[in-house]
């Protein structure tokens, strides 16, 4: 019989980013009625943005979300629209974990918090398997289909239902969305980056007509999904809903195809991989376009969204990286980010020399 595949599992609580876990203890048992004795509080140390933390009080236990320590863009961690987010989402969608209760009251570890279930299973990060997984062409086509046909199924919800109607403004969503990522890049920069300044100015003067309004997750990934330890081409959770909203779905699609590298691109492209995405058997990005159309029944040009989804990581990772640069995070790990936005900035204008996504090898 073989050995059961590795749960995704916290470790301990990063030293900078630690809290007295008893002043959790009156809202625990709140939550919990009749719950008591030890209070554990452990992390899930792989996320870069919005911090998970694992809590147990006797025998219960929760995810705990918050937002990092030291952090200035406060709007981009609001932990109760992240709550009401995965609310809405329960009736309609599956894979969103159940919200527990919201914490308004920063008091008691310094920020506003949320509760959520557990969800048990397992999470692939980069393109080495995790222990005991063998990643075969049929199982890395099986993972991959499935991560389209789950974020087409996301995009199929019905927005006007109740509860989506306070979650984001569709109408403009594009215009804005590049008017304030490039605002957002304009107050992070620490260095300069021509192709990054290339692609803001490229993507203000291409603005595609909106297609449509959507629930859209913006930062759909390989490691934002929970896998089934029985079945690893079955999805059973997407995690970290921190800047979900109600807009265009092809700008969700562009996210997945930024996180997404393509056998023959660069070393660099690949070294700082999201997931297998460019081992044998994996769809490739232009594969996840034609897959995607054809669930949902759309037809777009893809280019744009593209290129504004790597413009956007870069950004992100670049505030994660200014963050560092002034001290107030030293967490090892963002040292060598400002270089992985230059990686960024220089496939955004490999995509653009080549004006299209399928093609963007070096001399292709």
């Not at 900078?16 to 919990?32: K, V, W, Y």
């Not at 509760?115 to 199982?139: I, K, N, Q, S, Y």
């Not at 919800?157 to 590049?178: K, L, T």
Request: charged share 25%.
């Amino acid at each position: 019989m073989p050995a059961p595949l590795p749960i995704d599992a916290p470790d301990e609580v990063r030293e900078e980013e630690r809290f007295d876990a008893e002043r959790l203890r009156g809202f625990l048992e709140a939550t919990f009625p009749g719950t008591s004795g030890p209070l554990q509080v452990l992390q899930f140390r792989k996320g870069h943005s919005n911090l998970t933390y694992l809590v147990r009080i006797g025998d219960r236990e929760a995810v705990l979300r918050r937002a990092p320590f030291g952090v200035q863009v406060k709007s981009a961690h609001d932990m109760r629209r992240e709550f009401t987010i995965l609310s809405a989402l329960q009736a309609v969608y599956a894979k969103a974990p159940r919200p527990i209760a919201f914490c308004d009251d920063e008091s008691l570890i310094g920020a506003r918090f949320y509760l959520m279930d557990r969800v048990r299973g397992v999470v692939v990060r980069g393109a080495a398997p995790p222990p005991g997984v063998g990643f075969t062409p049929e199982l890395l086509r099986a993972i991959s289909t499935a991560l389209v046909d789950n974020l087409a199924t996301l995009h199929a919800v019905d927005v006007n239902r109740d509860g989506f109607g306070s979650i984001g403004h569709p109408e403009g969503y594009v215009a804005r969305q590049v008017a304030g990522w490039t605002d957002r890049y304009a107050k992070a920069k620490t260095h300069d980056v021509p192709q990054l300044d290339a692609a803001a100015a490229w993507l203000a003067g291409n603005l595609p007509k909106e297609s449509g309004a959507a629930v859209i997750h913006n930062d759909y990934k390989y490691d934002n999904v929970v896998l089934d330890p029985a079945d690893l081409s079955r999805i059973v959770a997407v995690l970290d809903w921190e800047m979900a909203t109600v807009g265009d779905p092809l700008m969700d699609l562009g996210t997945m195809l930024a996180y997404w590298s393509d056998p023959d691109e660069s070393e660099e492209l690949r070294a700082r991989s999201y997931g297998p995405t460019f081992l044998p058997g994996s769809l490739s990005r232009a594969q996840i376009v034609e897959t995607y159309a054809r669930k949902t029944g759309r037809g777009f040009e893809p280019l744009f969204y593209y290129v504004f989804a790597l413009f956007k990581i870069a950004v992100i990772v670049q505030q994660i990286y200014k963050r560092y640069v002034e001290g107030s995070t030293s967490d090892p790990r963002f040292r060598a980010l400002g270089q992985w936005v230059r990686v960024l900035g220089r496939q955004a204008a490999l995509a653009l020399e080549k004006g299209r996504i399928d093609r963007l090898a070096q001399g292709a």
